[in-house]
């Protein structure tokens, strides 16, 4: 089996750590482990998305691959009033969401094990997140833009980070194929930050 960080399964042994993180102006405590993606901090890139998402107090937000939390718990402080659904294909970072979802006192979340968007079949969203997992191919990549398409309503968001190097003008080219409106919000230091609009017919 792969050793990969988006295993299913990861067979690597444990280093389990404890990071304090301050994100969008709020501390979280995160415990990381190996077999998990960016375990000795939080990624550079998901910061940078952080810091730009915009998430309405009310909304129903999807994090997409959300590893050991830092986006949908970024995301569940911003929607006080709404709900964040967390899914990973990673059995380890499905299980450490959970605990460090507890360990900040976050409640308006539920982390799911879910390959792509099996988990949330049917269920609709006003704002989808995603660090994507490059290092599982492209084809995963464009699936989950073109899963996320379908999981938004009217209107909604979704919002991704990539590197110019690991294909940002090929992944801008895919989402403007699906989406009505498409802008590169930010960039810093290589990383692009790209919001897609599902605008209605
Ligand atoms: C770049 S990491 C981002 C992790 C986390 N959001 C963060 O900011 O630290 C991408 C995540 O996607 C997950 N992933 C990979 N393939 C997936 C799939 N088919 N379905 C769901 N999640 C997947 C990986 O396990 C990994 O946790």
């Known amino acids: 089996m792969s050793q990969h960080y988006y295993s299913n399964q990861p067979e690597v042994g444990h280093d389990r750590r404890h990071l304090e993180e301050k994100l969008r102006g709020q501390t979280f405590r995160f415990i990381s482990d190996a077999g998990v993606f960016s375990k000795k901090g939080v990624d550079f890139g998901s910061k940078v998305l952080i810091d730009a998402m915009d998430i309405p ?3 129903e937000v999807l994090d997409v691959g959300c590893g050991y939390g830092p986006i949908g718990f970024s995301a569940a402080r911003l929607a006080a009033h709404g709900h964040v659904t967390m899914l990973d294909v990673n059995a380890r970072a499905v ?43 492209k084809e995963t990549v464009h699936a989950i833009f073109e899963q996320a398409y379908a999981h938004l309503r009217d209107d909604g968001t979704l919002w991704i980070v990539i590197q110019k190097k690991q294909g940002a003008p090929s992944a801008k080219a895919k989402l403007e194929s699906l989406f009505g409106r498409v802008e590169e919000v930010t960039k810093d230091k290589g990383y692009r930050i790209f919001k897609a609009t599902k605008t209605s017919q």
Do not use: M, W, Y
């Not at 539920?110 to 704002?127: C, I, N, P, W, Y």
């Open 57 to 59: 107090e009310n909304a």
């Open 95 to 137: 299980e450490l969401a959970k605990e460090n979802a507890k360990l900040n006192g976050i409640h308006n979340v539920t982390v799911l094990e879910s390959d792509l968007f099996a988990a949330v079949e049917g269920k609709s969203f006003d704002v989808v997140l995603t660090n994507p997992p490059i290092r599982a191919g």
